[in-house]
T-cell receptor
């Protein structure tokens, strides 16, 4: 397997524009996570899915953020409208089972988002 | 909010020396994991220690866990320049929460 694949790797957009980040998890993994990393706040869990169903979105900062997982092999994180403070590296990760089952997470290479 | 806090925030050592990083966490856990992040890359899993384990080894890595103190340590022995990276601990039950990380610089 090629691992968790994220696209695009870099995104530069103007404030107010819609941004869509994409993720393909490892085949067979039941859990998918979206994290955001900034210097100020570190790694923050935004939302996670189990079997394509959103389980916990308490980390989603605002209504401008939304995430979907239409099938087991694809997820999107959308920001509409984008703001400069959304600039960060966004990571997608997947795992075979929940942390309760003592499994590890596999991370994608991240999408570096810059909102100007 | 972050579950784990690493200490120190930054560490600089020479090749061949040992590097020790510490992690403290707040709530009860099922396991504690350590990850490495090279600059501009995603996180890579290093080692997992279960809540009923006290010590675990993997190659040059040694992890300890003290649930009574809610703390863990990661020891990298005989460090190499290639070990230069940020190291994070992560804990959780239903969701994995990462600490603030330790930036390790190993000079040749």
């Amino acid at each position: 397997d090629a691992g968790v694949i994220q696209s695009p790797r870099h995104e530069v957009t103007e404030m107010g524009q819609e941004v869509t980040l994409r993720c393909k998890p490892i085949s067979g993994h039941d859990y998918l996570f979206w994290y955001r990393q900034t210097m100020m706040r570190g790694l923050e869990l935004l939302i996670y899915f189990n079997n394509n169903v959103p389980i916990d979105d308490s980390g989603m900062p605002e209504d401008r953020f939304s995430a979907k997982m239409p099938n087991a092999s694809f997820s999107t994180l959308k920001i509409q409208p984008s703001e400069p403070r959304d600039s960060a590296v966004y990571f997608c990760a997947s795992s075979l089972a929940s942390w309760v089952m003592n499994t590890e997470a596999f991370f994608g290479q991240g999408t570096r988002l810059t909102v100007v | 909010s972050q579950q784990g806090e690493e200490d120190p925030q930054a560490l600089s050592i020479q090749e061949g020396e040992n590097a020790t990083m510490n992690c403290s966490y707040k709530t009860s856990i099922n396991n504690l994991q350590w990850y490495r992040q090279n600059s501009g890359r995603g996180l890579v899993h290093l080692i997992l220690i279960r809540s009923n384990e006290r010590e675990k080894h993997s190659g040059r890595l040694r992890v300890t866990l003290d649930t009574s103190k809610k703390s863990s340590s990661l020891l990298i022995t005989a460090s190499r320049a290639a070990d230069t990276a940020s190291y994070f601990c992560a804990t959780g039950t239903d969701k994995l929460i990462f600490g603030t990380g330790t930036r390790l610089q190993v000079f040749p």
